[in-house]
RNA sequence: GCCGGUGUGGCGAAAUGGCAGACGCACAGGACUUAAAAUCCUGGGGCCUUAAAAAGCCGUGUGGGUUCGAGUCCCACCACCGGCACCA
């Protein structure tokens, strides 16, 4: 926009409303029990008791330093108009925000420059808060949190505390205090027990291999590492063996994909979850080797082909390969082995065409059919799944199949497929075959019905069980930096042992150099003096992931400030859900972008039952509905990237246009979980509409004296009170017409805020608009109500104009009740029907209200411009949609 | 390869199985203006006719099907986007 008139003075409004929400509190959410002064708003409108309430949560952003552009304040905008709604409709609504601040980039700029990582954070944030604060959203500012605040991870900490002193009970599948586990009888040393206990912890440590990036000196976590190179700046990552911290998120895995079930997630978000959880029923099968008493466990979800097992697969790093392997093919399984091992996961994925291994020389028995089988080793199988050992069939698995081509084994087919297709390489149920022995057959079964008898037969013989693998791996929660939380553990005589609460929170040192050390070892190993107690312990160096502080800052928000707790208990069951209403059970809604479907919110809703195991949360899931906002492209049709000069800052649209015409284009471009770009001209366009509501209740005369005043005069916020209300707007009584306009509006943003169909809703606004300008005199009492509709998008405009059209009101328009439609209104006199002619558009009548059938029927067979459509024929049937068209079927 | 999503005017899009294209952008014509901007009014899927229209025909990625009637439901395919990817 160049020299464009201004289409009305939001530069002067916007400001205006946002100092005075600011200085009035006017969105603070109130807690059971607190005081709420006597002339806040909330309170004029609840004077008794708290209304329900409604927790509406956006997900907390990076403060980066780059600032926000405009993709981030869509999911932002999304839930600030339901918040304002469903304030408008009565709810205690909490809407907070907060800073998800520990993170790499504010490290590397530390380890570059020498600057301290709390300064650059403190600056992100600051510029985030005052962007995010131009934009008018409706957040309780007293419950702002910050992961880096040490009265923030002082609770992190607690909670790791928690679940590194819980372990998880089988037999009630929940965690419990680690004081309830019991010891076998075996174990009698204090030494045995230790380690029994260590080993059950939720939180444990364990050898794994860590992602190395020796150009950047540290170790990366899975996610900032794409394709085996770094996330910044694109250096090789290699796989090495350290001492890690795990979280037993495995033990979970079966409630977090049945509470799935639970909870109002889009599909594709739940598949996603469980996908990723990847369930996966099956058989161990145990396999006796040929020549020795040893034996190989091997996991199948098709124990029904096992007469098809034709050979066997170890994974080159299982344990047993060293035993069996002959002397004649010791030398190429070495070579193999060590060849494996050096691959990075890049390569492991490159050469997945190409199917690789060597045969061990040793043979199993195939227990159905009593044939030797040959042992191969081979990186097609992983050592991290199932038992790292399968039992190959290649007639019916793709894997196999390519590998016995490759290698000249031998196919035998056990699975008739249904309907005569190719039965070499078929993996989908059939009908199985050449699958018997003296004491069982399978033969002629269906593959559901064979899985089920083998397995019993194999139970039978103890030769194998039904098993439940998952591909969820416990979670990897160490990160050699400096810009995290630091462990509430040390140790001692080479035990790990727990900080006592009292020691939280546990702060990280002041450090020179943010580098690892030079021998690996984290950025905290540098502070000697942190690091060595004087009983002689030292402290853990590791510090949390970024994802520990998000895991849980919604509970934060809940009752921010607590010092004695995460959070007042009687507090979480109200916001929470559980305080006996029908209140919905958690937050109500939460949105976010899909990059955070599988690792955040798995993460989080695994913390979470772990709290709502131990008794400190009351609800089994945290976010009882989710949606993603979809991405905001560049103008280009281009995902939004610095490298393509395409990323919009918010600040260029905001000073141009308003925040009120951003927020509302941001909505109008489409559906909120849909990928749009943005558009300039998109943006002058809703800025358009806005400025015609503003023409629709303002006074011509007066607004040209503003205009004029402006060009000579400092603008300030007293400006606006030149301007007078349109003479058109009088206390009158309003037309059926007009009300009729007005409850057609009311009625479509109602349904589409409650279906969040943020687009249709705006163009609901735009008709009562276009209807209203053509109005001469323009009824009071509907121009309010239009108002009351037009604040959750427009906060700042409608703000204004209200209080043009109540001067002296001590009313609050964001607490004013939302007007409700009335049915009555909008029933017509005459009905506009379409005539159709064998199902073609001919005609359309206009019939009374509530017509007879026959009437409409009669009418319609009149209808002119179907004439010629029936002359001469024969007709067969009339359907009659009721309001809507009459269908004349001929011969 | 597997899972999920999306295909509708020049563009963003809308449509409980019932008048396809609401609303907006861009565009064109007009009013106002010395002129422009801004504003206000009007028009608008394509084809075919025509001075202009009316009427007619075609049209929601492709091909089938169900139905009085399909953008919407079913089957088979194509393209694009996102996720996972040797998980036995």
Redesign the pocket.
């Given at each position: 926009m160049s020299?464009?008139?201004r289409?009305y003075p939001f530069h002067l409004i916007e400001p205006k409303w946002q100092a005075r929400w600011d200085h009035e509190q006017t969105f603070r959410a109130w807690n059971p029990g607190e005081d709420i002064p006597a002339d806040h708003p909330f309170r004029k409108r609840h004077p008794a008791a708290l209304p329900p309430k409604y927790y509406i949560l956006d997900m907390f952003p990076y403060p980066s330093g780059a600032g926000l552009h405009v993709g981030h304040p869509e999911g932002y905008t999304a839930t600030d108009i339901l918040a304002r709604y469903r304030r408008a409709l009565g709810f205690n609504v909490l809407h907070p925000m907060g800073w998800d601040a520990f993170g790499l980039p504010a490290e590397q700029y530390a380890i570059k420059t020498g600057q301290h990582p709390r300064k650059t954070t403190e600056a992100n944030i600051a510029t985030f808060k005052r962007q995010i604060k131009s934009l008018g959203f409706s957040y309780d500012w007293s419950r702002e949190v910050d992961t880096t605040d040490p009265n923030y991870f002082k609770w992190t900490q607690w909670i790791f505390l928690k679940i590194y002193n819980s372990w998880f009970n089988p037999a009630t599948s929940k965690a419990e205090p680690i004081e309830t586990l019991t010891y076998p009888p075996e174990l009698r040393s204090d030494e045995e027990k230790r380690a029994y206990r260590d080993s059950k912890r939720l939180a444990f440590v364990s050898e794994a291999p860590v992602n190395w990036c020796p150009e950047l000196g540290t170790v990366l976590a899975n996610e900032e590492v794409i394709d085996g190179k770094s996330e910044v700046g694109g250096y090789p990552v290699i796989r090495k063996p350290m001492r890690q911290w795990m979280l037993r998120i495995t033990a979970y895995a079966e409630r977090l994909l049945n509470d799935l079930d639970s909870i109002d997630w889009s599909?594709?978000l739940k598949?996603?979850q469980r996908?990723?959880i990847?369930r996966?029923e099956?058989a161990e099968v145990i396999f006796r080797l040929a020549d020795s008493e040893k034996s190989i466990t091997v996991?199948?979800?098709?124990p029904d082909t096992l007469w098809g097992a034709t050979y066997m697969v170890l994974?080159p790093e299982h344990k047993l390969v060293d035993e069996i392997t002959t002397p004649e093919y010791r030398a190429e399984v070495e070579k193999y082995r060590a060849y494996a091992a050096s691959k990075s996961d890049l390569e492991?994925?490159e050469?997945?065409k190409e199917?690789t291994g060597v045969f061990t020389g040793a043979y199993a028995i195939n227990l159905a059919n009593n044939e030797r089988i040959p042992i191969w080793i081979a990186?097609?199988?992983?050592i991290s799944?199932?038992t790292?050992a399968?039992m190959a069939v290649p007639a019916h698995?793709t894997?196999d199949l390519e590998f016995a081509e490759k290698f000249s084994l031998t196919v035998i087919k056990v699975v008739e497929p249904p309907d005569g297709k190719d039965w070499r390489g078929f993996v989908d149920d059939g009908t199985s075959v050449n699958s018997s022995n003296p004491e069982i057959s399978l033969n002629g079964l269906p593959t559901p019905e064979a899985k089920r008898k083998i397995t019993a037969w194999l139970e039978s013989k103890g030769l194998g069980k039904k098993t439940i693998?998952y591909?969820l791996r416990d979670w990897l929660f160490s990160r050699q930096r400096y810009w995290g939380e630091p462990f509430p553990i040390v140790w001692k005589n080479g035990h790990h042992e727990a900080l006592p609460e009292s020691a939280l929170p546990v702060l990280p040192p002041e450090l020179q150099d943010y580098k690892p050390t030079a021998s690996g070892e984290p950025p905290l190993a540098r502070a000697k003096e942190w690091v060595n107690l004087p009983d002689g312990s030292t402290r853990e160096t590791n510090t949390m992931p970024q994802w520990a502080g998000s895991c849980w800052y919604y509970l934060r928000f809940i009752d921010a400030q607590n010092p004695a707790s995460l959070c007042d208990a009687k507090a979480e069951r109200y916001w929470m859900g559980t305080g006996g209403s029908s209140a919905t059970p958690g937050i109500d809604l939460y949105v976010g972008g899909?990059e955070h479907?599988?690792l955040h919110l798995l993460y989080s809703r695994f913390w979470h039952k772990v709290l709502y195991d131990l008794g400190y949360v009351s609800t089994p899931e945290p976010f009882f509905k989710l949606v993603n906002q979809g991405l905001i492209l560049g103008e280009d049709n281009q995902?939004m990237s610095k490298s393509r000069g395409n990323v919009i800052p918010v600040d260029a649209p905001v000073k141009d246009f308003g925040t009120d015409a951003l927020r509302l284009f941001e909505m109008?471009?489409?559906?909120l979980e849909?990928?749009?770009?943005w558009?300039t001209?998109?943006v002058?366009?809703?800025y358009?509409?806005l400025?015609?509501v503003w023409?629709l209740f303002v006074d011509e005369q007066s607004e040209t004296e503003l205009e004029q005043r402006l060009t000579t005069e400092q603008p300030g916020p007293e400006l606006l009170d030149i301007i007078r209300l349109n003479p058109a707007i009088q206390d009158v009584t309003a037309t059926p017409v007009q009300l009729k306009t007005l409850h057609a509006c009311i009625r479509k943003v109602t349904e589409d805020l409650d279906g969040l169909?943020f687009?249709?809703a705006?163009?609901a606004l735009?008709?009562f608009v276009?209807e209203a300008?053509?109005w001469e005199t323009r009824p009071r009492s509907v121009m309010r109500d239009f108002l009351i509709l037009l604040q959750p998008f427009a906060p700042h405009l409608a703000e204004e104009l209200f209080s043009r059209l109540y001067l002296k009101s001590e009313l609050r328009l964001p607490y004013i009740p939302w007007p409700k439609f009335d049915p009555a209104l909008l029933v017509e006199d005459m009905l506009?029907?379409?005539v159709?002619v064998?199902?073609?558009?001919?005609d359309?009548i206009v019939v009374p209200a509530n017509p007879t059938q026959e009437e409409i029927e009669a009418a319609a067979l009149k209808a002119e411009?179907a004439q010629p459509f029936l002359a001469g024929k024969i007709v067969k049937?009339i359907?009659v949609?009721p309001k809507?068209?009459v269908?004349i079927?001929v011969a």
């Amino acid at each position: 926009m160049s020299s464009a008139r201004r289409q009305y003075p939001f530069h002067l409004i916007e400001p205006k409303w946002q100092a005075r929400w600011d200085h009035e509190q006017t969105f603070r959410a109130w807690n059971p029990g607190e005081d709420i002064p006597a002339d806040h708003p909330f309170r004029k409108r609840h004077p008794a008791a708290l209304p329900p309430k409604y927790y509406i949560l956006d997900m907390f952003p990076y403060p980066s330093g780059a600032g926000l552009h405009v993709g981030h304040p869509e999911g932002y905008t999304a839930t600030d108009i339901l918040a304002r709604y469903r304030r408008a409709l009565g709810f205690n609504v909490l809407h907070p925000m907060g800073w998800d601040a520990f993170g790499l980039p504010a490290e590397q700029y530390a380890i570059k420059t020498g600057q301290h990582p709390r300064k650059t954070t403190e600056a992100n944030i600051a510029t985030f808060k005052r962007q995010i604060k131009s934009l008018g959203f409706s957040y309780d500012w007293s419950r702002e949190v910050d992961t880096t605040d040490p009265n923030y991870f002082k609770w992190t900490q607690w909670i790791f505390l928690k679940i590194y002193n819980s372990w998880f009970n089988p037999a009630t599948s929940k965690a419990e205090p680690i004081e309830t586990l019991t010891y076998p009888p075996e174990l009698r040393s204090d030494e045995e027990k230790r380690a029994y206990r260590d080993s059950k912890r939720l939180a444990f440590v364990s050898e794994a291999p860590v992602n190395w990036c020796p150009e950047l000196g540290t170790v990366l976590a899975n996610e900032e590492v794409i394709d085996g190179k770094s996330e910044v700046g694109g250096y090789p990552v290699i796989r090495k063996p350290m001492r890690q911290w795990m979280l037993r998120i495995t033990a979970y895995a079966e409630r977090l994909l049945n509470d799935l079930d639970s909870i109002d997630w889009s599909h594709s978000l739940k598949e996603m979850q469980r996908n990723w959880i990847g369930r996966s029923e099956g058989a161990e099968v145990i396999f006796r080797l040929a020549d020795s008493e040893k034996s190989i466990t091997v996991f199948t979800t098709r124990p029904d082909t096992l007469w098809g097992a034709t050979y066997m697969v170890l994974s080159p790093e299982h344990k047993l390969v060293d035993e069996i392997t002959t002397p004649e093919y010791r030398a190429e399984v070495e070579k193999y082995r060590a060849y494996a091992a050096s691959k990075s996961d890049l390569e492991r994925t490159e050469l997945a065409k190409e199917k690789t291994g060597v045969f061990t020389g040793a043979y199993a028995i195939n227990l159905a059919n009593n044939e030797r089988i040959p042992i191969w080793i081979a990186d097609y199988v992983l050592i991290s799944y199932g038992t790292g050992a399968i039992m190959a069939v290649p007639a019916h698995d793709t894997r196999d199949l390519e590998f016995a081509e490759k290698f000249s084994l031998t196919v035998i087919k056990v699975v008739e497929p249904p309907d005569g297709k190719d039965w070499r390489g078929f993996v989908d149920d059939g009908t199985s075959v050449n699958s018997s022995n003296p004491e069982i057959s399978l033969n002629g079964l269906p593959t559901p019905e064979a899985k089920r008898k083998i397995t019993a037969w194999l139970e039978s013989k103890g030769l194998g069980k039904k098993t439940i693998n998952y591909k969820l791996r416990d979670w990897l929660f160490s990160r050699q930096r400096y810009w995290g939380e630091p462990f509430p553990i040390v140790w001692k005589n080479g035990h790990h042992e727990a900080l006592p609460e009292s020691a939280l929170p546990v702060l990280p040192p002041e450090l020179q150099d943010y580098k690892p050390t030079a021998s690996g070892e984290p950025p905290l190993a540098r502070a000697k003096e942190w690091v060595n107690l004087p009983d002689g312990s030292t402290r853990e160096t590791n510090t949390m992931p970024q994802w520990a502080g998000s895991c849980w800052y919604y509970l934060r928000f809940i009752d921010a400030q607590n010092p004695a707790s995460l959070c007042d208990a009687k507090a979480e069951r109200y916001w929470m859900g559980t305080g006996g209403s029908s209140a919905t059970p958690g937050i109500d809604l939460y949105v976010g972008g899909t990059e955070h479907a599988v690792l955040h919110l798995l993460y989080s809703r695994f913390w979470h039952k772990v709290l709502y195991d131990l008794g400190y949360v009351s609800t089994p899931e945290p976010f009882f509905k989710l949606v993603n906002q979809g991405l905001i492209l560049g103008e280009d049709n281009q995902k939004m990237s610095k490298s393509r000069g395409n990323v919009i800052p918010v600040d260029a649209p905001v000073k141009d246009f308003g925040t009120d015409a951003l927020r509302l284009f941001e909505m109008f471009i489409g559906p909120l979980e849909m990928v749009k770009p943005w558009s300039t001209r998109g943006v002058e366009g809703v800025y358009r509409f806005l400025g015609r509501v503003w023409r629709l209740f303002v006074d011509e005369q007066s607004e040209t004296e503003l205009e004029q005043r402006l060009t000579t005069e400092q603008p300030g916020p007293e400006l606006l009170d030149i301007i007078r209300l349109n003479p058109a707007i009088q206390d009158v009584t309003a037309t059926p017409v007009q009300l009729k306009t007005l409850h057609a509006c009311i009625r479509k943003v109602t349904e589409d805020l409650d279906g969040l169909r943020f687009n249709t809703a705006i163009s609901a606004l735009m008709v009562f608009v276009n209807e209203a300008m053509t109005w001469e005199t323009r009824p009071r009492s509907v121009m309010r109500d239009f108002l009351i509709l037009l604040q959750p998008f427009a906060p700042h405009l409608a703000e204004e104009l209200f209080s043009r059209l109540y001067l002296k009101s001590e009313l609050r328009l964001p607490y004013i009740p939302w007007p409700k439609f009335d049915p009555a209104l909008l029933v017509e006199d005459m009905l506009v029907i379409a005539v159709q002619v064998n199902g073609k558009l001919r005609d359309t009548i206009v019939v009374p209200a509530n017509p007879t059938q026959e009437e409409i029927e009669a009418a319609a067979l009149k209808a002119e411009k179907a004439q010629p459509f029936l002359a001469g024929k024969i007709v067969k049937k009339i359907i009659v949609v009721p309001k809507r068209l009459v269908n004349i079927v001929v011969a």
